[in-house]
T-cell receptor
Framework: GESVGLHLPTLSVQEGDNSIINCAYS??????FIWYKQESGKGPQFIID?????DKRQGQRVTVLLNKTVKHLSLQIAATQPGDSAVYFC??????????FGSGTRLSIRP | DGGITQSPKYLFRKEGQNVTLSCEQN?????MYWYRQDPGQGLRLIYY???????QKGDIAEGYSVSREKKESFPLTVTSAQKNPTAFYLC?????????FGQGTRLTVV
């Protein structure tokens, strides 16, 4: 069925290093993909999205890469900071409006 | 301030009772969503609505019901038919590609 999954459930990164969070998806019909950040006890916050006709998009300290050949999505966070500690979810939109989430990766930052 | 509001933040109910979770948005968004999140898990889609008076089942709709009589409101009823209703419930509305989430309602059924 439709699914969005993640390769790594937890990721520990040294402060100042770059973080890479990966995601696999299974539905070729998805027209865009989104990364969300969720802090404990709160609702997810939008980070960045990418349309299916793109392979790279950059934001402030974040870059999302999309490889449709292998159905893989990644989020790169540059110069990781303590405030980046959270659970990160990828999600895909199945047209017209069905947004499906993956299982999440917890990012922890080592001082 | 514009936003999406879920109430209450914490809710306790006895087993066998129906309970309705509120979700209100003043962002003028057409699409709204309900997700369920269990501890250490991702978000699973319960129901979504693309426009007023219309809604579709998500992946785990059994034991839940919704209505969309107004653009601003998308209440979720957790019925007694839901086998394991204790969870964190998240509502969202969407503009373009960005979904805006409420702060969630933590439902505990005892």
């Amino acid at each position: 069925g439709e699914s969005v999954g993640l390769h790594l459930p937890t990721l520990s990164v040294q402060e100042g290093d770059n973080s890479i969070i990966n995601c696999a998806y299974s539905n070729s019909a998805s027209d865009y993909f989104i990364w969300y950040k969720q802090e404990s006890g709160k609702g997810p916050q939008f980070i960045i999205d990418i349309r299916s006709n793109m392979d790279k998009r950059q934001g402030q300290r974040v870059t999302v890469l999309l490889n449709k050949t292998v159905k893989h999505l990644s989020l790169q966070i540059a110069a990781t900071q303590p405030g980046d500690s959270a659970v990160y979810f990828c999600a895909e939109n199945l047209p017209p409006s069905k947004i499906i989430f993956g299982s999440g990766t917890r990012l922890s930052i080592r001082p | 301030d514009g936003g999406i509001t879920q109430s209450p933040k914490y809710l306790f109910r006895k087993e066998g009772q129906n309970v309705t979770l509120s979700c209100e948005q003043n962002l003028n968004h057409d699409a709204m969503y309900w997700y369920r999140q269990d501890p250490g898990q991702g978000l699973r889609l319960i129901y979504y609505s693309q426009i007023v008076n219309d809604f579709q089942k998500g992946d785990i709709a059994e034991g839940y019901s919704v209505s969309r009589e107004k653009k601003e409101s998308f209440p979720l009823t957790v019925t007694s038919a839901q086998k394991n209703p204790t969870a964190f419930y998240l509502c969202a509305s969407r503009k373009g590609t960005e979904a805006f989430f409420g702060q969630g309602t933590r439902l505990t059924v005892v």
